[in-house]
């Protein structure tokens, strides 16, 4: 009888965690990126930039991502959408940069690369200079901004550093940029987006807080409980 208690027992309170993940499981958002791609799928060219992500909530934390598409010098902010945890991340190193692009050439990138890049040699944006010890990309006027965006302002995009993401894209590795300043962990981006590492600085100290918080219960009750088993000893 006991037993059969305790079984009953210990299934209710597995049965509230189990149907809450199952539901969590089947309601869980899908890749996002391929539901702008589809949106997106007779527009002639287009660059899908993982503008801002962010994490909300502790016990079950929920995940945000927040696109902007760009379509030549037209930039579409889209609104937040959830994703999944495990998309969220696949893609979390990849702060201010493509994630999904097509050309007007025919071309598609499914490989994680710094804006910009999809318009170098593409004579309608630019062309091709030498100057300052070799080769370098240079936007027309119209779309001369797109430099400033992009971090190349003065210098342009060196030819060797246009081949070695054409190297990465062959090889299906994300490309941060000739030295890696572009992700979530570039310099480059750091500077961009100081709200959102400010957002997750204050996420960390407040999850740190809530950490010592929890040590500090646990090691008072231990004392309590130490106190109170000294206090019957022996008797």
Same mark, same amino acid.
């Given at each position: 009888?006991?037993l059969?208690?305790? /079984?009953?027992?210990?299934?209710?309170?597995?049965? /509230?965690?189990c149907?809450?993940?199952?539901?969590?499981?089947?309601?869980?958002?899908q890749?996002?990126?391929?539901s702008?791609?589809?949106e997106?799928?007779s527009?002639?060219e287009?660059?899908?930039i993982?503008?801002?992500?962010e994490?909300?909530?502790?016990f079950?934390?929920?995940?945000?991502?927040?696109y902007?598409?760009?379509?030549?010098?037209?930039k /579409?902010?889209?609104?937040?959408v959830e994703?999944?945890?495990s998309f969220?991340?696949?893609?979390?190193n990849?702060?201010?940069?493509v994630?999904?692009a097509?050309?007007d050439d025919?071309?598609s990138?499914?490989?994680?690369?710094p804006?910009?890049y999809?318009?170098?040699?593409?004579?309608q944006?630019g062309?091709w200079?030498?100057?300052?010890?070799?080769?370098?990309w240079?936007?027309?006027?119209?779309?001369?901004m797109?430099?400033?965006?992009m971090?190349?302002?003065?210098g342009?995009?060196?030819?060797n550093?246009?081949?070695?993401?054409?190297s990465?894209m062959?090889s299906?590795?994300?490309y941060?940029?000739?030295n890696?300043?572009?992700g979530t962990?570039?310099?480059f981006?750091?500077?961009?987006?100081?709200a959102f590492?400010?957002k =997750?600085k204050? =996420?960390?100290a407040?999850?740190s807080s809530?950490?010592?918080?929890? /040590?500090?219960r =646990?090691?008072?009750?231990?004392?309590?409980?130490f106190?109170? =088993?000294?206090?019957?000893?022996g008797?």
């Open positions: 009888m006991i059969k208690r305790s /079984i009953k027992i210990l299934g209710k309170y597995f049965f /509230i965690p149907v809450l993940l199952a539901l969590s499981a089947c309601g869980a958002p890749n996002s990126i391929e702008i791609k589809a997106y799928e527009s002639p287009y660059a899908v993982l503008n801002d992500m994490e909300e909530g502790n079950f934390p929920t995940y945000f991502h927040q902007r598409v760009d379509i030549g010098d037209q /579409i902010m889209k609104p937040p994703v999944d945890e969220y991340r696949q893609n979390e990849f702060l201010g940069m994630l999904a097509k050309t025919g071309k990138y499914n490989t994680p690369f804006p910009g999809q318009y170098v040699g593409n004579s944006y062309h200079q030498q100057g300052n010890g070799g080769s370098f240079a936007f027309y006027g119209k779309y001369a797109m430099s400033n965006l971090g190349w302002a003065g342009g995009l060196r030819r550093h246009y081949d070695g993401w054409g990465s062959a299906n590795r994300p941060y940029g000739p890696n300043q572009y962990k570039g310099s981006t750091q500077k961009a987006k100081p590492y400010a =997750r204050a =996420r960390k407040r999850s809530r950490f010592q918080d929890k /040590i500090k =646990r090691t008072g009750r231990s004392k309590n409980n106190r109170s =088993r000294g206090f019957s000893f008797k």
